[in-house]
């Protein structure tokens, strides 16, 4: 009694103090999420019923690796958000992964099964304890006649083979059972190795004149998210467009489960930052040999600092002060002297994360090498920063897994044409050449090509090295026949002066099996010198088109249904005899 009272009016004093607030829980539903490149920015609401002035509510379900900085908090029906709080929780239900209870869950339904097989085998086993028993006969007791004896011996081989047999299978089922649950463990055993992030919480206060119904939205973005594009290329024939079915294989593994959310894809990258670059002076000094000598039975090493200007003398400096010295290069650099260092392995690769020239991508400070999402983050992209809205809500599970998500579908006007390089491959390749694929927003991706309702093979988009002209290979068709051979007849050797001059010539036969007629780029290739005493002459091109910087040839010809056509072409190599080309 005496302590009721007591609460009740320590309650009252600090409600007329105005230091009380309401103070409630809250689990967020996670409505939408923009996955990046590299990373995600989640969005989840929840409606809370709110008193009079202070409020203080602890928002469940929020993924632990949030970015802090990140975190915007809006609410409705005039309400305030005064402060907020991020916090880790450290509840017993939330330091398992969820993939880890859906397995166990699976395990522990499986094992049940084992139960009424193992009842089977225990009773298979006394019946056969049983069957062996009855043979024994009482030494005492006179046997059973001969003919007896046979029969019942008859009778409980048969028995206790179908015994068994029923045990073996039996066992069987058992051992099957036990083969999935090692799987399962196997696999719980791998969830484990993961750092699984357990959850967080966000204790905001909010501030209401009147008690209200208020909706709340948290914005916030995680790194442990992305995708990379993919493409399913379709044509159905030569006089089609071509379909692109854009696809994207996203990932997640924020703690947090994506349940029917509305997914947006942007092609940037948050975690690059949007601070500009700034070059530091490069200073130039010729090297100083190190001086290495013994004190107090201490081996140092001095190294002499080079001149900084003609006022200032040469002094000694060592190596702890070469060690802990400002530098501008990271990652394997070996100093020589102050402000020149020996370059290796970590080429361009600034302190600041920035990148100094070329296509060289750094993120958080360390350079991006073989990387599936290196290559989507390309500045000179004409993709970059272009979003795509999934219509239909998807659930992404926080397994960091691949999940594929179709998002739009194109098509464009192509035109198709043969081409063949018959000294790397015999065969023909249907193209299809895209020439407005600028407005396609292709990022570099892989391809999976269809072509008249058939599945060709797997290909690639890299828009990096695009210029003017798209062209996507369709496979390879058969009924365009080219062999490409070696004119021995016109090949020769001769010497002349100081000189050796060898000839070579080949023959493309192409040979159209289709009724229709086809066009087909043909291309080979004559070598190119680098060395002024071997001189490429006597060239014979048959009208082909000439790259002199590469020595590549191109046909394009023109086949009739069931025509045939031979392109010859050859060159003369010179150079001093007594040597070998290679």
Sequence with gaps: ?????????????????????????????????????????????????????????????????????????????????????????????????????????????????????????????????????????????????????????????????????????????????????????????????????????????????????????????????????????????VKSPVKFYYKANIFQNSGIKWNNVKLTLSTGNPQEGVQAPTLTPIYLAFYVPPVTYASNNTVVTEYKRPLVDKYKQSSMMTSAEIKNSPTTQTNDMAGLSPGVYQQRRGAGLNADGSRSSGNLYVIDGAQLQNSSMSQYVNVDNEGVNTTFDIELPYTIPSDGQQHLVSVKRYEAPATYEYYAAPKADKDAFLMAKITDWQDLNLLPGQTNIFYEGTYIGQGSIDTRNIKDTMSISLGRDKKIVIKRDRDKKLHSVKTIGTNAREEFAYNITVRNTRKESITILLQDQIPVSNDKDIVIDDVQLSKAEQDEATGILS????????????????????????NTIQ
Aim: net charge positive.
């Design 555 to 578: 046909w394009p010809v023109t086949l009739k249904g069931n025509e045939t056509k031979i392109i010859k072409f050859g060159y003369t190599v010179k150079y001093p005899k007594g």
């Design 1 to 237: 009694m005496y302590r009721i009272t007591i609460n009740l009016l320590i309650a009252i004093v600090l409600c007329t103090s105005g230091v009380v607030y309401a103070q409630t829980s809250q689990k967020l539903t996670v409505e939408r999420a923009t996955v990046f490149i590299k990373g995600a920015e989640m969005v989840s609401t929840a409606k809370v019923t709110l008193q009079k002035g202070e409020n203080e509510v602890v928002f469940s379900n929020v993924a632990a690796n949030a970015n802090n900085q990140s975190i915007v908090v809006n609410a409705t029906n005039g309400v305030s958000v005064q402060s907020l709080t991020f916090q880790n929780s450290y509840t017993p239900t939330a330091t398992a992964s969820p993939r880890i209870k859906e397995m166990e869950d699976s395990i522990a339904a499986i094992a049940k099964k084992k139960i009424p097989i193992g009842n089977k085998i225990a009773v298979l086993d006394q019946q056969l304890t049983m069957l062996q028993n009855s043979g024994k006969t009482d030494d005492e007791k006179p046997g059973p006649a001969v003919a007896e004896l046979r029969l019942m011996l008859d009778l409980v081989n048969e028995k206790m083979e179908g015994l068994f047999n029923q045990k073996s299978k039996a066992e069987l089922e058992l051992a099957a059972i036990d083969a999935r649950i090692a799987g399962w463990q196997k696999q719980i055993a791998e969830e484990q190795q993961k750092a699984y992030l357990p959850g967080g919480q966000i204790a905001v206060k909010l501030y209401s004149r009147d008690a209200t119904l208020s909706n709340i939205t948290i914005t916030y973005i995680v790194p442990n998210a992305g995708w990379s594009p993919t493409y399913d290329i379709l044509v159905d024939d």
